[in-house]
């Protein structure tokens, strides 16, 4: 069965430094989303990308937050510049057709120290 | 008021139980209703949704809408101790374009127990 992949499973980093987290959606799929659940709260939305553009952004997605599909599988998440409150799982996910049918990446453990 | 709200539990049945796990919502606009389980450390798995109002039934899962009483519920009929994890209800306006974000409840932690 096809599934959302994540990589790294665990990326450990030190405040200000850039992050790249990257994500394989399923492959005809159309939509893409980032979510990150900080420990012990919501799931949050992030970001909604379709047709290579951003669709949709939280308040949480400001300027240090950037997505990209630089080819046709891949779909990163880039932070520019992390600080501690960023320590977070994030999560990716995508959707065929029916958009709110979102299928979940098993998400990326982030750690700013 | 939070605009989706659910009891964190934790919740413990032994095996066999019918389980109820319930949010509220306060946005009138949300459309489509989901129910995701989530291991320890794992992604959000997608159990079921629903559109509007009514019921929709798979195996031993039962979704209900109520959208007059800004209510959902997930019915677990004779669980299993594979069935303990978190689950968590998210929603979405889905109407059109960009608004198929979903927002979640807290979710809520379930023990079935042998």
């Known amino acids: 069965e096809p599934e959302v992949t994540q990589t790294p499973s665990h990326q450990v980093t030190q405040m200000g430094q850039e992050v790249i987290l990257r994500c394989v959606p399923i492959?005809?799929?159309?939509?893409f989303y980032w979510y990150r659940q900080i420990l012990g709260q919501k799931v949050e939305f992030l970001v909604s990308?379709?047709?290579?553009?951003?669709?949709?952004k939280s308040e949480i997605f400001d300027d240090q937050f950037s997505v990209e599909r630089p080819d046709g599988s891949n779909f990163t998440l880039k932070i520019r510049s992390t600080k501690l409150e960023d320590s977070a799982m994030y999560f990716c996910?995508?959707?065929?057709?029916?958009?709110?049918?979102?299928?979940f990446g098993p998400g990326t453990r982030l750690t700013v120290t | 008021q939070k605009e989706v709200e659910q009891d964190p539990g934790p919740l413990s049945v032994p095996e066999g139980a019918i389980v109820s796990l319930n949010c509220t919502y306060s946005?009138?606009?949300?459309?489509?209703f989901m129910w995701y389980r989530q291991y320890s450390r794992k992604g959000p798995e997608l159990l079921m949704y629903?559109?509007?109002?009514g019921n929709k039934e798979d195996g031993r899962f039962t979704a209900q809408v109520d959208k007059s009483s800004k209510y959902i519920s997930l019915f677990i009929r004779d669980s299993q101790p594979s069935d303990s994890a978190t689950y968590l209800c998210?929603?979405?306006?889905?109407?059109?374009?960009?608004?198929?974000?979903?927002?979640f409840g807290k979710g809520t932690l379930l023990t079935v127990n042998p």
């Open positions: 996910a995508s959707s065929e057709v029916l958009a709110y049918e979102q299928y």
């Open positions: 492959s005809n799929h159309l939509y």
């Open positions: 990308f379709y047709n290579n553009e951003i669709s949709e």
């Open positions: 946005n009138s606009a949300f459309q489509y």
């Open positions: 629903t559109y509007s109002s």
């Open positions: 998210a929603m979405s306006e889905g109407s059109g374009g960009s608004n198929y974000k979903l927002t």
